[in-house]
C-alpha cells in the first residue's frame, strides 16, 4: 500500500488563513462607531474551513492539499474585491452564496478521498466480525 504523505501542517495554515479571513470580512466599518462584528459573515466565512477542519484528520496526502489550496485561492478571490476593494454592505449575497459553494465543494472533494483513502465508513477487508 502506497503511503501518503501527510501535510496537516499545511491545513492549519489553511484553516488560520482562512479563520483570519473571515474576521476580517465581518469586521465592517459602521460610520459611527468604527467597525462592528457581522455574525452572519463570520459564520458563512467560518463555514468551509470547519468542513475542511473535520476532513484533515481524516484525508492525507495531496487531496488535502489541493483541496485547501482551492478553497483559500476561491476564498481570497471572492472576499478581497467584496470587502476591501467594492464593499457596499454584502447587499449583492455574493459573500453568503461563494462561502455555501466552498462548504460543498470541500463535502464532496474530500468525502471522495476519504472514501478512496478507506479512512471513511471503514476498509471491508480490516473490518472484523465476532466468530460465531
Not at 475542511?52 to 478553497?71: C, K, N, P
Request: hydrophobic share 55%.
Amino acid at each position: 500500500m502506497q503511503q501518503n504523505p501527510d501535510f496537516r501542517w499545511f491545513a492549519w495554515f489553511i484553516i488560520a488563513s482562512g479563520a483570519m479571513l473571515g474576521f476580517a470580512a465581518a469586521a465592517v466599518p459602521h460610520f459611527d462607531t468604527g467597525y462592528r462584528l457581522d455574525l452572519g459573515v463570520l459564520f458563512a466565512g467560518l463555514l468551509p474551513y470547519v468542513v475542511y477542519a473535520v476532513f484533515s484528520d481524516v484525508v492525507r496526502g495531496w487531496a488535502l492539499l489541493a483541496t485547501g489550496a482551492l478553497l483559500l485561492g476561491i476564498d481570497l478571490g471572492v472576499k478581497i474585491p467584496e470587502r476591501f476593494l467594492h464593499y457596499d454592505g454584502y447587499a449583492g449575497g455574493r459573500i453568503y452564496l461563494a462561502s455555501l459553494v466552498m462548504t460543498l465543494l470541500a463535502i464532496v472533494v474530500l468525502g471522495i478521498a476519504a472514501r478512496r483513502e478507506h479512512r471513511w465508513w471503514g476498509d471491508k477487508e480490516k473490518i472484523q466480525t465476532k466468530p460465531d
